[in-house]
């Protein structure tokens, strides 16, 4: 099944303890992205990545580093979590036409306390 | 600037009903696709329908139609014969073709089905 996967869904965590939310295709795509989710703020890019070892910023990138050493996995991670990232997060991928939306994960929903 | 406005926070519609959720949006490239997500409580996004900028017919997918206009910027998501599981979140997105851009979304029109 074509799908992405992140990883946890939910998790909880204290200020300033790094952690990474982990972000897998299988659908060799190209685009790959990070997305915050705020109430009455929609989604915001964060970062993203159009191939392997491309990445950068989005609109949000502050606190948030990425990497992208294979084509399919493209993690986040929070290098010292502040409560200001208490967010829901979508990865999703794509590929590179304009006419292919998104394909989202299932989100991860972070609180920093 | 924002490129693209759902000026709808929230909306109200009868089961069995009609409703319009409205998006404009912004963009100089002349090449772009339009899309429409619907997101449930239960938090995952759902893509509905997709209207690229050349497309002579408005998009349609079962009870999702797309009323583009594109003179006017707008393409706004009918939603024929309402359901109770179509109360969701709903967002209007857009891809521009130029430099490989991203999704960039509106903030969302919460739709609410009333029985």
């Known amino acids: 099944e074509a799908q992405v996967t992140q990883n946890p869904r939910y998790l909880i965590t204290v200020t300033g303890k790094k952690l990474t939310v982990t972000c897998s295709q299988n659908?060799?795509?190209?685009?790959m992205s990070w997305y915050r989710q705020d109430p009455g703020l929609g989604l915001r890019q964060i970062y993203y990545?159009?191939?392997?070892?491309?990445?950068d910023k989005g609109d949000v990138p502050e606190g948030y580093k990425v990497s992208r050493k294979e084509k399919r996995n493209f993690p986040l991670i929070l290098e010292s979590p502040s409560p200001n990232q208490t967010s829901l997060y979508f990865c999703?991928?794509?590929?590179?036409?304009?006419?292919?939306?998104?394909?989202f994960g299932s989100g991860t929903r972070l609180t920093v306390v | 600037a924002q490129k693209i406005t759902q000026t709808q926070p929230g909306m109200f519609v009868q089961e069995k009903e009609a409703v319009t959720l409205d998006c404009t949006y912004d963009?100089?490239?002349?090449?772009?696709?339009l899309f429409w997500y619907k997101q449930p409580s239960s938090g995952e996004m759902i893509f509905l329908i997709y209207?690229?900028?050349?497309?002579?017919q408005n998009a349609t997918e079962g009870r999702y139609s797309l009323n583009f206009q594109k003179a006017r910027k707008s393409a706004n998501l009918v939603i024929s014969a309402s359901q109770l599981g179509d109360s969701a979140m709903y967002f209007c997105?857009?891809?521009?073709?130029?430099?490989?851009?991203?999704?960039?979304f509106g903030k969302g029109t919460r739709l609410s089905v009333i029985a």
């Open positions: 999703a991928s794509s590929t590179t036409r304009k006419s292919y939306g998104y394909t």
């Open positions: 659908m060799n795509h190209e685009y």
């Open positions: 990545s159009m191939n392997v070892e491309v990445t």
């Open positions: 963009t100089s490239d002349p090449s772009y696709g």
């Open positions: 209207q690229g900028s050349y497309d002579q």
């Open positions: 997105a857009m891809r521009e073709d130029l430099g490989n851009t991203p999704l960039v």
